[in-house]
């Protein structure tokens, strides 16, 4: 009897002790916006069962909670931002207090703990980092690249004539395009369509991608890291082989480089950046190896499937409107004729300009672009963010925000027009966010996509194969990194 009874309380306190830790486990912190209520443990994670992308879930539920909702992954808070006003007030108005990064397991692992930009934390070093970053890319993303680009048209020319006006996927050309010109501006090299490496390149990034979009339980359920995770092997053997091709790169400069001469690539400009650190009085290390194989590991992740996947959206969106592609090349053709666009050329062409704006509005590669993370207790809009609270902007809710776009759905590149020139400054258009962290590679990429679609389209008609009239410029990717679903397109020499 005694015994039972004793059973009995020790049950009693354990159910009691169990759902006190499941009130305060789910219970949202008070101020914070409203949201669903969380289960124990998973918290909201099971909202991206299904085949609906993160941000057309996070839109739908703005329907039901408003613009700024809370959800919990795992033990972490988030805000989720939908509009244009709240995402600048966070970014702007408020840029420190939201400058952080979450702290994720792989993510750690894979940045060898924040040692790159796009995942460290809003350091001193960081800033550092992101100087030399910006002071590469801006060297490039000038008449430099119109030289680089006019030493990969050729492979180029030679992949379109292998297909000569046959069905093909554009993706393996535009990669080519992309990777030597990122390639070029890291290692000062370039890749033939062929070359190993290069192929290594795009299937371990495209695996890495798809495994960081979808996450890992390590990431929402922290004890699961001690956890055999064939997932987690796998992100891990993938990542080893990235920075083995990485550092071969840099080994090999190492070997040719000469302190004495300017820099003649990104690899190089941190190995001066290196040396002049380290010969500063009181210098804190802040560019060991480690920060330039993460620092280059950075440009080539964010600086190749993004702008593939905008130039994808980019022809497929103009093999839906053949309109849109007579007008362009009749533009190029009155502007500037036969010879290769420049970026120069691009206040002159507004119509083209135009275009890639909406192709950018249209398609949002990067929907949810990188989780922020707020650094000290703040609020957004009418409500609390406590500390350590992740931020999630919303960037796809913003480009089809009907109150700043008319019919969103539909592909108009008119919308960026005033008349006959571009409007530069346009709200709820930020797909490469703002702020402290915004896009370092903006100037870059925007040049790219320009110099590249424009000889694309200079040079080559696009249609689908005959018969097909399926949309092609649709989302096939319902995670992370926003690519259309793989379709083959007919390119014909237009000389
Ligand atoms: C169409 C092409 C691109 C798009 C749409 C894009 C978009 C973005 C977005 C949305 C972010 C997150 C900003 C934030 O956290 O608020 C970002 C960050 C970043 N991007 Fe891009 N990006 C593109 C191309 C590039 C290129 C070409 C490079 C470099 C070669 C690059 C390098 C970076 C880096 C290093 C960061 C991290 C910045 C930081 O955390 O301080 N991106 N990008």
Redesign the pocket.
Known sequence: MFDCTSTMSLLAVLVILLLTWMYFNIRRPLGMPPGPTPYPILGNALIFMGKKQPAEIFKDMSQEYGPIFTVKFGPVWAVVLNNYELVQEA?LTKFNDFSG?PDQYMINWFTDNGK?????Q?TPT?KFH?KL?HVA?KKYATSELETLLADITPKLRDVFADKAGTPFDPKEVITLAVYNI?AS?CFGHNYQLNDPRLKKFVQISEDINEVFANGTLSDFVPAARFLPSPQVNKIKKLTNEFFDILMKDVSQHLKEYSPDEPAKDMIELLLHAQRDEKETEGSENKLTDVHIKQ?LS???S???D??T??LLWGIACLMDNPDVQKKIKKELDEVIGDRPSSLSDRGKLPYTEATIMEI?RYG???PI????RAIKDSTIGNFEVPENTWVF?N?WALHNDPEYWDSPEKFSPERFLDSDSVKQRLPSF?????????????A???A??FLVLSWLIQNYKFEKPPGVTDIFAVSGNPQGLNFTKPYKAVATSRY
């Open positions: 970014l990064r790159d930009i796009a995942f460290a809003p960081w992101r970053a890319i990122i501006m620092i950075d440009l080539f964010a600086g190749t993004t702008t996947s905008t950018m949002t590669v990067a672009g990188v989780t922020h902007i960037s930020l797909p490469f966010s703002t702020g402290r962290r915004v896009c370092v590679g903006e870059l990429a925007k790219e996509i």
